[in-house]
């Protein structure tokens, strides 16, 4: 099981309610038995693998179905569907409306989005659910919504962002928008600029906020080149038919999971490709599926790539892993500080050519108000810049050990000096205890509903148990500091 990273473990796939709380059962402290919940498989950690000598729970056999309840005023569309479902199988059940705000990824589950409190690039998914019920070790199913009070009102807040530490979200209601099939989305380049002339920090911040907004954000061409800002509109066939293909976002998914193999095997050419075809003014035509889950090519890599047709071995003889390895990580920038954030980066990064050659994207969005606890961009006034680095290095190499360090200082360095967080949901390079206390907050939030919902630890994972312990340590180190300075004062 895995997405950036693997592991090997004994997984579960319950049919029904009844066998998925007949695992819970029993299952304690004293018995030591833990599970990690899994669905799309598709974490860019090891946020979902179990723990050691932990097993998973697969709650894709939970069933898949979508119902629609109402349409608004607006002909929005409001469903209710089965948490294990995916974000393709609710675009196969309801043709002709699409999620806000979904994950890149059309193969993970809703609830696996929920739990992740995934978002776009310019909203939350989560902003959209009203309403979902989720079963906890207790074996209770708690219904949960904004005005719901106790333990389902908390779970409601909480859950997004939790990792499934809380409890399997059994089912979700969810609003959808239309979009027929003569619709397209239209993605331009409305700004190309030399940094650090013009970052676009303000152009970026009213493009996102525009209404019916469909997208937007910066792109950083290698060690300060150029800086691109695109953003993105929903038009007719009509007007979408005189424009070109985005590259990778349109439903050629074949031809784009061999143009990402080449692109994660030598990400130089991608560098040199990318200022000639994004140009200022360009613009590019996207269906709203691809454009939105434009890597879901990513997640059906593998499977084409290991397989015996004739592109698979010809990108396997020139040395093109299957698994498109990267590192990555994703940082959480106040506003005030973004500029501070970007010279800091790219001056540690200048001191590495041997990375600046293996970019893959650098990109940056601006997120609204959060009102997720968990969410790393929540309390930031008028909501959070988010900046993610990637790099295509080759699986265990010294490069990407390089690659891991470099994102590790900079994690390190840019929350000391500035602040800075970095996004749970992403990579994470670092040692935990920086982690923990850079969302110190969340986590004791996280704990505190835990110690009422499954005070077992029963759900749990490697992710998640290395957090709350540097959390705990943490605690227990900052109580002691205070109880010696209540004793030297008196």
């Not at 179990?50 to 005023?73: K, R, S």
């Not at 708690?142 to 990792?163: K, M, N, Q, T, W």
């Not at 900046?387 to 295509?392: D, H, I, L, P």
């Not at 923990?436 to 630890?457: F, N, P, T």
Request: some cysteine; charged content about 25%; proline content about 4%.
């Amino acid at each position: 099981m895995g997405g950036l990273d693997e592991t090997v473990a004994r997984v579960h796939r319950p049919r029904n309610i009844d066998e998925l709380r007949a695992l819970l059962e029993g299952a304690s402290s004293a018995s030591g038995r833990t599970f990690s919940l899994v669905g799309g498989r598709h974490s860019f950690g090891d946020h979902f693998f179990p723990d050691e000598n932990g097993e998973a729970i697969d709650t894709t056999g939970l069933g898949a179905d979508v119902v629609v309840l109402e349409d608004d005023e607006q002909g929005r569309r409001w469903v209710r569907a089965s948490g294990s479902t995916t974000f393709e199988g609710l675009a196969l059940s309801v043709s002709g409306f699409s999620p806000h705000h979904p994950p890149t990824s059309d193969l993970i589950t809703l609830a696996g989005a929920l739990a992740a409190c995934t978002h776009d690039s310019f909203g939350f998914f989560c902003d959209h659910v009203r309403r979902f019920s989720v079963l906890t070790v207790d074996g209770r199913i708690h219904d949960c919504h904004r005005s719901a009070s106790g333990i389902a009102g908390e779970l409601f807040r909480l859950v997004p962002g939790s990792f499934g530490a809380l409890g399997i979200v059994l089912d979700i209601e969810l609003r959808l928008f239309p979009v027929g099939p003569d619709r397209f989305d239209e993605v331009a380049v409305a700004r190309c600029r030399a940094f650090p002339d013009d970052l676009g920090l303000t152009q970026l911040e009213t493009v996102a906020e525009r209404p019916g907004q469909r997208g937007a954000g910066l792109y950083f061409y290698g060690l300060r080149g150029k800086v691109v800002l695109f953003d993105s509109r929903l038009v007719d066939a009509k007007d979408a038919a005189r424009l070109p293909a985005l590259p990778l976002a349109d439903d050629s998914t074949k031809k784009n999971i061999y143009l990402q193999a080449l692109a994660n095997r030598v990400p130089a050419v991608v560098q040199w490709l990318s200022p000639h075809v994004l140009r200022e003014g360009q613009r590019f035509r996207a269906s709203v599926h691809g454009h939105a889950f434009f890597q879901r090519s990513y997640g059906r890599s593998y499977a084409l790539l290991t397989g015996q047709g004739l592109g698979a071995r010809a990108l396997a003889a020139i040395g093109v892993n299957p698994r498109l390895p990267v590192v990555h990580q994703t940082f959480v920038i106040p506003r005030p500080v973004v500029r501070r954030f970007l010279d800091s980066y790219f001056d540690r990064l200048e001191r590495h050519p041997e990375l600046v050659s293996r970019i893959e994207q650098q990109d940056m969005v601006k997120l609204p108000v959060c009102r997720w606890p968990l969410h790393g961009t929540f309390g930031l006034d008028g909501g959070g810049f988010l900046f993610t680095a990637s790099m295509s290095v080759p699986r265990g190499s010294a490069l990407e050990r390089r690659g891991r360090d470099f994102l590790g200082t900079v994690a390190r360095c840019s929350f000391e000096e500035l602040g800075v967080k970095t996004l749970l949901t992403k990579h994470l390079h670092g040692h935990a205890d920086l982690f923990a206390c850079m969302h110190r907050d969340a986590i004791e939030a996280l704990l505190a509903i835990k110690s009422k919902v499954d005070s077992h630890g029963v759900l749990s994972s490697r992710f998640l148990k290395r957090l709350c312990r540097e959390a705990r340590a943490e605690r227990r180190s900052r109580d002691a500091g205070y109880e010696r300075e209540s004793a030297s004062a008196s």
